[in-house]
């Protein structure tokens, strides 16, 4: 169900951020999209866009994402280098720490955060 909605909402979205001129640039914004969907369809991944999305205004490190979601470490910095491979979050160093987030300069990532909080 939440992942129809999202689909519904990015494809919604995507129309409105620009008008289609091609086939060609319609398949490729199908492809971003779908690329995106794919990252999220774990359930672990989704628990972390949910926390990410919760805590919003929190700086994140994995260690920080998986206390909160009883997940061993490994397990979260995979499913992080899956998400931010698609663009759905993005890391921020600071100093010695690494922090996480999610990409809200895409309009897409914008409707998943709709979507999660």
Do not use: W
């Not at 169900?1 to 490729?28: P, R």
């Not at 359930?43 to 998986?66: G, P, Q, S």
């Amino acid at each position: 169900m939440v992942i129809q909605y999202v689909a519904v909402e990015l494809y919604t979205n995507m129309q409105s951020m620009k008008k289609i001129t091609s086939k060609e640039t319609e398949e490729i914004d199908m492809h971003n999209m779908a690329e995106i969907l794919k990252a999220m369809a774990h359930a672990d991944r989704l628990a972390i866009l949910n926390l990410l999305c919760k805590k919003r205004n929190e700086k994140l490190t994995v260690k920080n994402i998986y206390e909160n979601l009883s997940m061993s470490q490994p397990v979260v910095s995979r499913h992080l280098n899956i998400l931010k491979s698609a663009g759905v979050v993005r890391r921020l160093p600071e100093g010695q720490k690494i922090y996480y987030c999610l990409c809200t300069e895409k309009k897409n990532i914008v409707s998943l955060m709709n979507c999660f909080c």
